[in-house]
């Protein structure tokens, strides 16, 4: 009976479950990594998500075969021919694979016709574990708020806690880590690395694929500065904790042109493709506040942990625990086809044209530009909240369909209808401008919301209001800017109306059709395009075919 590993280009952690249950038996256990093609070209994925993965796992492959792993490692245009060969040269009877987060890569292990036995062994790459997250979450009442999580969570792991009560006693720091970037900022620098031999081999080869022809027409493959080692990862971590982290709370929510990085951790793309685990770094963080806690404030410290066994845990939780159904939620019946310029970044809206080229660039951008800016944009325009959800997949360096599903669906689009959410995340150019310098430097005018020259951010939000009257009304958290809509005349709300559907008609237009594109609205009354047919083939050699669609980009 030989036993083999396959590593999953997400999993890349030698604490990983289906590597630790052969680690007695390293030098008899082969292990094996893919690199699908067809899987790359599933959605036209940013390029710098491609290098950082692939190198990832090259790296993380010479560093099993050192340690003494038995190691093959393949690229090829599917997975389960380099699979069969594999087993068959090996004589594998039981393939371990530690079980995907991602349901779509379950049901793709599970259509695989491999001559061996597979094993799924239990995913622990998180702090929660998925029983754990579904006792919790069958124990509330009615919404699974992440603040109730966030709270048994410092509890259960005694994370800053004194006894039962949190440190400094309070939960919630958030008041204080609200700052808007006014006056001079000193910023420090981020910590990035140069691409060594492996990395230059991958960004070589995709600048050059025609394979890869989608993702070049819009994502930058360099500058490509990310680490792709656990080693470099490490590196990051702890220079977040010595540079950024002391000043993280106060401005995690400010957002300012030319600043890529602003204090933030830079550490969501470690992490989920294994290379950093979560709890080692609420532990690393933990332990420099207790060794050195006049160093750094308490609404810092409470602001950074929140977001890794907050916000993260439960986001992975929620993934989980909702049905298959849960992607295709609408509670709002949005159906405006993503503007082309999520692609392009050619817009007059200077907050989404700075944003949307700075991920063009490096697939980043962080929580509050995607929330507030990319997402409430989309959100109050009625854009298709699974459309959106595909961009952020395809779009960001950390994405995956576990991380944006509820980031998308629930957070930002209240698609779910509250589950996730205790009220919609939409707002006007009002917040932009006070988080924000993006409206000093634009061409609309950030306070009018009906003329030629007001900001789409103005219109969409009270037409957004307007519109769902019947769902927001009884929502407690709306009910005072509910009221300042009551406020407002009906020949203004009709104005305003009027620019909403105006701005689709001339300014929204598709760049790139998605799968979930609205196909009754790919092009908004335009002249439909020539098509192009574009095959793809599952892992079970079925052709699929899709058409890429390209039309006039929006301004």
Request: proline fraction near 5%.
């Amino acid at each position: 009976m030989t036993v083999g590993v396959w590593v999953l280009g997400d999993q890349l952690w030698a604490g990983q479950s289906a590597l630790q249950s052969c680690e007695t038996q390293k030098s008899k256990t082969p292990v094996i990594f893919i690199e699908s093609i067809r899987h790359s070209q599933e959605l036209p994925y940013h390029l710098q998500k491609l290098v950082l993965v692939w190198s990832a796992m090259r790296h993380f492959a010479e560093e099993l075969k050192q340690e003494g792993w038995t190691v093959t490692y393949k690229s090829s245009p599917d997975f389960q021919t380099p699979l069969v060969h594999w087993i068959k040269e090996n004589e594998i009877t039981e393939l371990r694979v530690m079980s995907p987060v991602d349901r779509p890569f379950a049901k793709l292990i599970q259509s695989l016709n491999l001559p061996c036995k597979i094993t799924l062994t239990p995913n622990n790459r998180f702090i929660w574990s998925e029983e754990a997250f579904e006792d919790w979450a069958k124990s509330r009442k009615k919404r699974l708020l992440m603040e109730d999580f966030y709270r048994e969570g410092r509890r259960r792991f005694n994370v800053l806690m004194v006894g039962d009560q949190p440190v400094g006693g309070r939960w919630n720091f958030d008041k204080e880590n609200r700052k808007p970037p006014k006056g001079k900022l000193t910023v420090p620098e981020a910590k990035w690395f140069e691409p060594d031999e492996i990395t230059r081999e991958v960004i070589d080869w995709l600048k050059q694929s025609p394979l890869f022809k989608e993702s070049q027409a819009y994502w930058q493959i360099e500058p490509f500065r990310w680490g792709v080692t656990r080693q470099q990862a490490l590196e990051v971590l702890e220079f977040f904790i010595q540079t950024r982290l002391s000043n993280f709370g106060p401005y995690q929510d400010a957002m300012l042109i030319g600043e890529q990085t602003l204090w933030h951790a830079m550490l969501s793309p470690y992490m989920n493709i294994g290379l950093l685990h979560p709890l080692e770094i609420v532990q690393a963080a933990e332990r420099a506040y207790e060794e050195n806690p006049g160093d750094y404030d308490l609404n810092s410290m409470e602001g950074f942990i929140r977001q890794v066994i907050g916000w993260r845990e439960y986001i992975y939780g929620i993934y989980r625990y909702m049905g298959e159904d849960y992607p295709q939620r609408n509670f709002f019946n949005h159906n405006q086809t993503l503007p082309a310029f999520y692609f392009t970044g050619e817009t007059d809206m200077n907050c989404l044209h700075h944003i949307i080229h700075q991920v063009k660039e490096m697939g980043y951008a962080h929580h509050i530009q995607r929330l507030m800016v990319l997402n409430n944009f989309a959100l109050i325009a009625g854009i298709s909240p699974q459309e959106l959800q595909d961009w952020f997949h395809l779009a960001f360096i950390d994405g995956y369909d576990w991380v944006m599903q509820a980031n998308v669906i629930g957070m930002g689009q209240y698609a779910d209808g509250g589950l996730m959410a205790s009220k919609p995340y939409a707002a006007s150019a009002n917040y932009v401008n006070n988080m924000s310098n993006y409206c000093k430097q634009c061409v609309y005018d950030q306070r009018d919301r009906t003329s030629e020259n007001a900001c789409p951010f103005n219109f969409f939000f009270w037409n957004f209001l307007d519109r769902n009257r019947n769902q927001l009304l009884n929502n407690p958290r709306m009910s005072l800017i509910m009221r300042n809509l009551e406020r407002i005349p009906e020949d203004e709300l009709v104005l305003m109306r009027q620019r909403a559907e105006q701005w689709h008609r001339e300014k929204n237009h598709t760049e790139y059709q998605l799968p979930s594109t609205p196909q009754n609205k790919q092009n908004n009354g335009q002249t439909e395009p020539a098509t192009e047919s574009v095959s793809r083939t599952d892992e079970s050699g079925a052709t699929q075919s899709r058409k890429s669609k390209k039309v006039s980009r929006s301004v």
